[in-house]
């Protein structure tokens, strides 16, 4: 069983940054593909990255490319999503999810495991 929390949401106004964490806890947890989804009201939850173990090959969702930045340190079985230049467009419940393969995928479905959320208001 892994357990997923998320940290770092939160209200910022548009043009700022703000970074979500996403610690990661149980067995094998820190050997396996991470991958970040949101929400936004009214909508499906849709594909913003993921990072694959250990190559750390990353892909992006067109929407975010350039602008959001993931990252994962190992050793502290913790994931990152850094988000510059935040647009209201961006608002939405951020999940945090894995699943026990190396490789991730963009699908919602491949992932096994999900955090609770961590909700990102951008005001503009």
């Known amino acids: 069983q892994v357990q997923l929390v998320e940290s770092g949401g939160g209200l910022v106004q548009a043009g700022a940054s703000l970074r979500l964490a996403c610690a990661a806890s149980?067995?094998?947890?820190?050997?396996?593909?991470m991958a970040w989804f949101r929400q936004a009201p009214g909508e499906e939850r849709e594909f913003v990255s993921y990072i694959n173990w250990p190559s750390s090959n990353k892909d992006y969702s067109d929407s975010v490319k350039g602008r959001f930045t993931i990252s994962r340190d190992d050793a502290k079985k913790t994931m990152f999503l850094q988000m510059n230049g935040l647009t209201p467009e961006a608002a939405a419940v951020y999940y945090c999810a894995t699943r026990p393969y190396f490789r991730g995928s963009r699908l919602e479905s491949a992932y096994m495991y999900w955090g609770q959320g961590t909700q990102v208001t951008v005001s503009p």
């Open positions: 149980g067995r094998s947890s820190g050997t396996y593909a």
